[in-house]
């Protein structure tokens, strides 16, 4: 298998216009070589956010105004919230893997494309289950899990004091986490 790795969107190549032609054994490895060099190439420009961590992230999008989110997970819920609270086995039923890995592949390149009224919901779903999969880090970072599960055994003993311990763990996250955490139970 042969790619031939160009500077792509002309608008945003270098000085330097160099070819590279990547051979690997598998149409998988190729894959992976590819994603992994268009993010490291558009990590600068905002992309490569699928498997960045969430704080590096928070701060590229800054330019673009203040968010309590990801604009990935923004734009999905938006999309969500407008077409996908009565469908049935939203989150459980998968979307079309291929336009998945489109637009995976998009947003690590650093466009943001826009779902249309043919984007199918559980698609974007997938979309957003597998940013918040990938990210380095979860949502509720390793190092605050056991304090996580230590509230949820208070909950079933002392449902008041399991909620203040809830409430004290969930403002202890870092801010970034905090608000992605806000904003995707609201």
């Given at each position: 298998m042969c790619y031939c790795l160009t500077g792509g969107d002309r608008d945003r190549m270098t000085a330097n216009h160099e070819s590279y032609l990547l051979m690997a054994s598998t149409q998988n490895d190729m894959?992976?070589?590819?994603?992994?060099?268009?993010r490291?190439?558009?990590?600068?420009?905002?992309?490569?956010?699928?498997?960045?961590?969430?704080?590096?992230?928070?701060?590229?999008?800054?330019?673009?105004?203040?968010?309590?989110?990801?604009m990935l997970v923004e734009q999905c819920v938006d999309f969500i919230r407008q077409r996908g609270l009565k469908e049935e086995g939203l989150f459980r039923l998968?979307?079309?893997?291929?336009?998945?890995?489109?637009?995976?592949?998009?947003?690590?390149?650093?466009?943001?494309?826009?779902?249309?009224?043919?984007?199918?919901?559980?698609t974007v779903a997938s979309l957003l289950k597998l940013y918040l999969r990938e990210l380095p880090e979860p949502v509720i970072p390793y190092a605050k899990y056991e304090d996580f599960l230590a509230c949820a055994k208070?909950?079933?003993?002392?449902?008041?004091?399991?909620?203040?311990?809830?409430?004290?763990?969930?403002?202890?996250?870092?801010?970034?986490?905090?608000?992605?955490?806000?904003?995707?139970?609201?």
């Open positions: 894959e992976d070589w590819v994603k992994s060099i268009r490291v190439i558009w990590g600068p420009f905002g992309g490569g956010i699928f498997g960045q961590k969430l704080e590096d992230t928070v701060r590229y999008e800054k330019r673009y105004g203040n968010r309590l989110a990801p998968p979307g079309q893997a291929n336009l998945v890995k489109e637009l995976q592949d998009a947003f690590d390149c650093g466009e943001k494309p826009s779902f249309d009224s043919n984007t199918d919901v559980h208070l909950l079933s003993k002392d449902e008041e004091a399991g909620i203040k311990e809830l409430a004290k763990q969930v403002k202890s996250l870092p801010v970034v986490n905090y608000n992605l955490l806000k904003y995707i139970c609201r």
